[in-house]
């Protein structure tokens, strides 16, 4: 097995706001291996970009409080490090791509100068072997022209193009993990399907870690390893992307799963849905934050906060329904029917 | 492009809507030409740039279109048209926006939104049965009464679209148009907004044009497809067609990229990358199948068909 880069522990973020204290992020554990991709997927309001940026400490302190845990990067934590400390860490060893590539570039400054500022920032190198260095990396993410495109300011780029950019940026200074917020959100199909080939290869080459956040489940499907499904600041189920897509076992999970139409979808069928809306945070309920939404609600899910189940070695769910002394509850129709299909098919694929 | 049975009601000939100078116009919209039946979904899909939004925002007349003719119900929409006659258009025609955000006056409440069109249009004219009116809108998208009161900033994102539909509701169209309604919404609440479209439609006999880009969602909603491209129509046909026997490359290509929640088949994926070939004068809508048309040349068209 490869070697852990990355773990969290029982990490805690809480906001200082006017209405109160809001619990962003309550109590998140996870690993991540060397070359692995963990994708953490959940609504917006999750906490999910919340724990991407405390991963960076790019939580504002003030309002942002770190109240609890540990982030051991390469069994270092992070979270006492000043932020003189911090900025040799960010941008060299772990490096962040952004949903928007338009505002996360600077629009007054030429491309090629801000591949190189990192380069130069970070390595101990010459003007003109940081140029040879970020005319290497455009190449790398498949610029055309890389010589003449160095020489341009954001505006001439198109959308995917610049993303490009972002991700050669994140890539200058060779870093070990890498975390995507939401990179292909803003982009059409086609061009999304490009740059996700282009994250593959890249991790293929380099070793790279990825953590990658989205709300795109078959997004999640095309480039995970290891999947954490994210609920009001909390894991609630987390697995490899087999055990997550084929045998989920959290009701929110099988939500998420069935509020996707499929092409194969009957039209005439209305689509599962979650009822209602994600809960306040300022106060999050009692028990199974969940519960509320849930349709397969116990009684104890008001009163008691379920704790991690075990379901196989590498598969974790937070519901009382795997309780032994719980009702069994099957896997709703919709969602059972579509996972029967897909295993048909690759049963069908592997004659 | 007949389909035999259903009324027309809206025809779309020759569309043209350039922008910028006329000497170096940008094409956005370079002659379409496509009918949507009363009662169906059209969904129109392409990348962004395509032209989509152009093309429903030059139905809806927000453009003073180039060229071409738009025909609805009848009645020639960019024709000259006295105030009145305005109205009465306004009122069978309504649009749904993409961002629920923007699109809602953060200084007005929800009941002043959806009720404005009654001033303009001088109905509801009585207190109360304007009261009445507004609450049985926002019951028909989901909401209640209490929510009348409120303002934008206290609803989520998925109510606020919804305040959106029941705006576009206010006047009992005959037909909306959905530009993009559901890309700014969480997964889940995209599966609400788009089961209430549906139920609208059944409820009120509702014929919708549906702009996205999210092919899945799209495929889901529409009776009919168009696809789009370069300010072209490229496909268009039963969705089913569109989806499990294209026959233009770009549809394939396009289709080849929608990412779907199966692991296993995603490992396999192979996608088709697209080149554009330039077609000439001759390039026009050749018939491929029942209600399916194909763009092109008559060569090009009938080795696509070929490798179909």
Redesign the interface.
């Known amino acids: 097995m490869s070697k852990t880069i990355l773990e969290v522990k029982d990490l805690r973020i809480n906001f200082k706001t006017y209405a109160g204290l809001v619990h962003a992020v309550r109590g998140v554990n996870f690993d991540l291996k060397e070359g692995e991709t963990l994708a953490i997927v959940g609504?917006?309001g999750s906490g999910k970009s919340v724990t991407s940026n405390a991963l960076m400490k790019l939580i504002p302190q003030p309002p942002g409080i770190y109240e609890s845990g540990q982030i051991l990067f390469n069994g270092r934590d992070l979270v006492p490090l000043t932020d003189k400390e911090m900025s040799k860490v960010r941008g060299n060893e772990i490096a962040m791509i952004f949903q928007d590539p338009m505002t996360s570039l600077n629009p007054t400054m030429k491309v090629g100068r801000q591949i190189t500022e990192v380069i130069l920032q970070h390595k101990k190198v010459s003007k003109d072997e940081a140029k040879k260095r970020a005319i290497e990396l455009l190449t790398q993410v498949g610029i055309p022209f890389p010589e003449k495109r160095y020489n341009q300011y954001p505006h001439e780029f198109s959308?995917g193009m610049r993303q490009r950019v972002v991700i050669a940026i994140a890539l200058a200074a060779d870093p070990k993990l890498l975390i995507a917020d939401e990179p292909t959100t803003a982009l059409?199909?086609?061009?999304?399907?490009?740059i996700?080939?282009l994250m593959k290869e890249i991790q293929k080459n380099s070793q790279t870690s990825i953590i990658f956040i989205t709300?795109?489940?078959?997004?999640?499907?095309?480039i995970?390893d290891r999947v954490a499904v994210m609920y009001a600041g909390q894991i609630v189920e987390y697995g490899t992307?087999?055990d997550i897509?084929?045998n989920p076992k959290h009701p929110y999970t099988w939500?998420?799963?069935?509020?996707?139409?499929?092409?194969d979808?009957d039209?005439d069928e209305?689509?599962?849905?979650?009822p209602g809306?994600p809960p306040d945070l300022t106060n999050p309920p009692k028990g199974d934050a969940f519960a509320a939404r849930n349709e397969y609600a116990m009684a104890i899910d008001y009163e008691q906060e379920p704790p991690m189940f075990q379901v196989s070695e590498t598969h974790f769910a937070k519901t009382w329904l795997l309780h032994p002394d719980a009702p069994k509850i099957p896997l709703p129709d919709a969602v059972a029917k579509r996972i029967e299909g897909?295993l048909a098919?690759?049963a069908q694929?592997n004659d | 492009m007949t389909k035999t049975g259903a009324k027309k009601i809206l025809e779309i000939k020759n569309l043209q809507q350039h922008f910028g100078s006329p000497s170096n116009p940008i094409k956005a919209v370079d002659g379409i030409s496509f009918d949507v039946y009363e009662g169906e979904t059209l969904g129109l899909v392409g990348e962004s740039g395509c032209g989509k939004s152009t093309t429903g925002r030059s139905i809806i007349r927000l453009y003073d279109i180039t060229g071409g003719e738009i025909v609805f119900d009848g009645e020639n929409v960019h024709g000259k048209k006295s105030k009145n006659e305005l109205k009465k258009f306004n009122r069978q025609m309504q649009m749904i926006f993409q961002d629920p955000y923007a699109s809602l006056n953060p200084r007005m409440t929800a009941g002043e939104i959806i009720g404005e069109a009654f001033d303009i249009h001088g109905l509801y004219k009585d207190k109360k049965e304007r009261r009445a009116k507004i609450q049985e809108l926002l019951e028909a998208v989901g909401l209640n009464k209490e929510h009348a009161n409120r303002y934008a900033h206290e609803f989520s994102g998925g109510q606020r679209q919804r305040i959106g539909i029941a705006r576009a509701l206010s006047l009992d169209p005959k037909f909306i148009i959905a530009d993009e309604p559901i890309s700014a919404l969480d997964v889940s609440i995209q599966a609400q907004v788009v089961n209430l479209l549906k139920q609208l439609q059944k409820e009120r006999g509702l014929t919708y044009l549906f702009i996205a880009h999210d092919l899945s969602m799209v495929k889901y909603i529409s009776d009919r497809i168009a696809v789009m491209y370069r300010g072209k129509i490229m496909e268009i046909g039963k969705a089913d067609d569109i989806y499990n026997h294209p026959v233009h490359p770009y549809t394939k290509s396009l289709l080849s990229a929608i990412p779907l929640p199966d692991p296993m088949s995603e490992k396999r994926r192979q996608r088709i990358q697209y080149k554009h070939t330039e077609v000439d004068e001759s390039a026009t809508y050749h018939e491929v199948g029942d209600q399916h048309y194909v763009y092109g040349t008559a060569d090009l068209v009938k080795t696509w068909v070929a490798n179909r």
């Open positions: 609504e917006s959308g059409d199909v086609t061009i999304q399907a490009q996700l080939e709300h795109d489940l078959g997004v999640v499907a095309n995970a992307v087999n897509f084929y939500g998420l799963l069935g509020s996707m139409p499929d092409l979808n039209t209305l689509l599962r849905t979650i809306s897909y098919k690759e694929e």
